[in-house]
């Protein structure tokens, strides 16, 4: 470890992130690789957002080829690659018009924006128990975590939360004085919590009687990352909106709000706006994701790759009954719910030279690549197994 670069941070930093105390050089591929030459094995993507990895050579191609004609413009010009990347961004997402931001937090704050351009302040917008939406005073009405909100407090007026696939509160909750529900199809930061068949038929008939906006926060489950294009895409259901972010701009900052047809004209110009948004940098390194990723057939790798995976988890889990509670997720999105704090297992991993993160205090998150490949997704396995044995003799 480079001492100094970790006493600096305390130096300069104000101290938001207990950061992991390793100093990474440079990334390749899956891997990552610290100063002193370890690779590390990385199921964790920098929160969901490498999606082809590190140094891919098209992005790094796009990225360079664009920033030599101009890195920025400001948004009163249109520029020739968002236009391409938009184009890509609305095919694959179904969805009928866009608004590029910087990030994942700024799409869910666009999305607010608009929701209460058309309904006013008074009528009432849900988001899930355990959902997680960003930290922003709009999207922290809409996080659930108390530990993220409480200092804070208070937050926006009239946002609420329903118990996450508990349909009598949805059903109690839910009327004529709706103006939108937010819903992450598997929460991430929640633990890995899919949104269970019924949960999503109800909202569709509740939407169908009281026509509400109904939002897929998809910035950490979409771009293919669950083995389809997003995640409400395994339920027979669209969405009103669309938000994405993380894997869209290929490791550069990039978020969109997309929506549908009913709502492409409530923003007038002046409603809302960014000066980085829709960077044709970020722009041209996400052009190359959605190329991999829809038209390339990552997407199906992800689908194959991710339910091995899953069947070789639900295996350890038959070994050892007394650690593992449950295996959910799909695709590369999949949660490992220990029955014990994993933060143990987190850093045996780390030791044996793989990044994995806990979410949820139990929750192993395995958010790799989309582009890791079975001989990887072994390893991982092997070293896990080993970690939960060195963790049983404990
Ligand atoms: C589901 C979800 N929504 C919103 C956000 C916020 O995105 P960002 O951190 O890019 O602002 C995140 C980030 O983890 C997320 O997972």
Redesign the pocket.
Known sequence: MNTDLFIKEKEYFIHTYNRIPIDLAYGEGVHLIDRKGNRYLDFFSG??VNALGYSHPLIVKAVSDQISKFGHLSNYFLTDIQVEFSEKLLKYSKMSKVFLSN????A?EAAIKLIRKKFGPDKKIFSLSNA????TYG?LSLTANDNYRTPFLPLLPNIHQIAFNNIQDLTANIGINTAAVFV?FI???GGINMVSEEFVNELKNLRKKFDFILVS?C???GIGRTGKAFSHDYYDFEPDII?S??AIGGGLPL?AMLVNNALSDEFAPGDHGTTFGGNPVSCAAGNVVLSEVFEHGLVHEVKMNGDYLIRQLLELKNMYPDHIKEVRGRGFMIGVDFYYECANIVTKLRDRKIFANCTNKTVLRLLPPLIMEKNDIDFFLYNLHESIKEADKK
């Open positions: 929160l969901g990030s994942g937090t700024e869910v997680f939406h960003g930290r999207a992450e929460q991430g930061e926060d910035i950490q489950c938000l972010a993380k978020g």
